[in-house]
C-alpha cells in the first residue's frame, strides 16, 4: 500500500508497545493507542484484553470511540471496581497521555505552574501513581514540544525511574516507551529517556529541539512503516473515518504523506 502517513506509522508503533505484553488487560487513552490496542490484537497478540472502556470486555471491539451498544463481540463483564483488582496485580498495561514529562518519566497531568495558585487546571492526578506502581506503563504525546517534554513537571503524578529508584516498594514500577508523533523513546540504564527511532521524514535534530532536556541518539533509527496487512487493518477495520489523522494531521515527509 502507499501514502503512509505519519498517524498510521504512530498506530505501529503503538500497536508494537503490547507486541510481548502477554495476557493483560489494555488501558488506552486517546485515539492512537486506541488503534494501537486493536492492531496488536488482531496481529501480534491475540491474547491482549480490550474492554470498550466502559463495562464490557470484547473479544471483537466495537468501532474506535465507541461502546458495546454500537458494534463488537462482548465476552465479559467487568464493571469499574474490577478495574482496581487488575492494576493492583499488576494485569494490565497502560498507555496514556502526559501534560508534562520530563527526562526519568515523571509525568503530570493534574496542573501547571505553583500548585497553589495554577495557571492551568488539567485533570488531575487520578489513578496515574497506582498505574506507575503496579504494572507497566507507557505515554503517547501527540504534540511533542518543550511545554511538554520538561527539565521539571510542575506536580508529579505518575512516578518516574528517579523516584522509584530512590523510594521503597516499587518493585513493580515498570515504564516502558513513549510514543510521540516524532519519535519513540524508551529508557536507558541510568532511567532517562533517549530517542529510540525517529519516524520517516522527522531528524534527531527536530526532535531534540522539539525536547526540554537534552536526549541521548546513540544508536537511534528510524521508525518502521507499518506493512499491508497493518495498513489494510488500520483503515479499513479499525479506523475507517481516519480519527486518526485528527490526533496527527503530520505534514509530508520522505516515504509519507500528510494525510
Not at 18 to 32: I, P, Q, T, Y
Request: with cysteine; aromatic share 6%; glycine share 12%.
Amino acid at each position: 500500500m502507499t501514502g503512509i502517513t505519519r498517524a498510521e506509522v504512530c498506530a505501529a508503533a503503538c500497536a508494537d508497545a503490547w507486541r510481548d505484553a502477554g495476557e493483560v488487560l489494555a488501558h488506552a487513552v486517546g485515539v492512537l493507542p486506541g488503534i494501537g490496542a486493536r492492531l496488536a490484537r488482531m496481529t501480534t497478540n491475540p491474547d491482549l484484553a480490550l474492554t470498550d472502556g466502559e463495562a464490557f470486555f470484547m473479544s471483537d471491539p466495537p468501532p474506535l470511540g465507541r461502546t458495546a451498544a454500537h458494534g463488537g463481540v462482548v465476552e465479559g463483564w467487568v464493571p469499574f471496581r474490577r478495574v482496581f483488582d487488575f492494576v493492583a496485580a499488576g494485569r494490565r498495561h497502560s498507555m496514556m497521555g502526559a501534560g508534562q514529562l520530563d527526562a526519568y518519566g515523571n509525568q503530570n497531568i493534574s496542573l501547571i505552574g505553583d500548585w497553589r495558585h495554577p495557571t492551568r487546571q488539567l485533570i488531575g492526578v487520578r489513578g496515574v501513581p497506582g498505574n506507575t506502581v503496579n504494572h507497566r506503563t507507557d505515554y503517547w504525546i501527540a504534540r511533542h514540544s518543550p511545554k511538554v517534554f520538561v527539565e521539571k513537571v510542575d506536580v508529579v503524578c505518575g512516578v518516574g525511574n528517579d523516584r522509584a529508584r530512590a523510594g521503597r516498594g516499587l518493585r513493580f514500577h515498570d515504564l516502558g516507551v513513549v510514543i510521540s508523533d516524532l519519535a519513540v523513546l524508551d529508557y536507558g540504564a541510568d532511567g532517562r529517556l533517549r530517542i529510540r527511532s525517529v519516524h520517516p521524514g522527522v531528524t534527531v535534530a527536530e526532535v531534540r529541539r522539539n525536547t526540554g532536556f537534552d536526549l541521548d541518539a546513540a544508536g537511534a533509527t528510524e521508525t518502521r512503516l507499518p506493512s499491508d496487512t497493518e495498513l489494510r487493518l488500520i483503515r479499513e477495520v479499525i479506523d475507517p473515518e481516519g480519527l486518526r489523522h485528527r490526533e496527527v494531521p503530520a505534514p509530508a515527509g520522505p516515504g509519507l504523506t500528510g494525510r
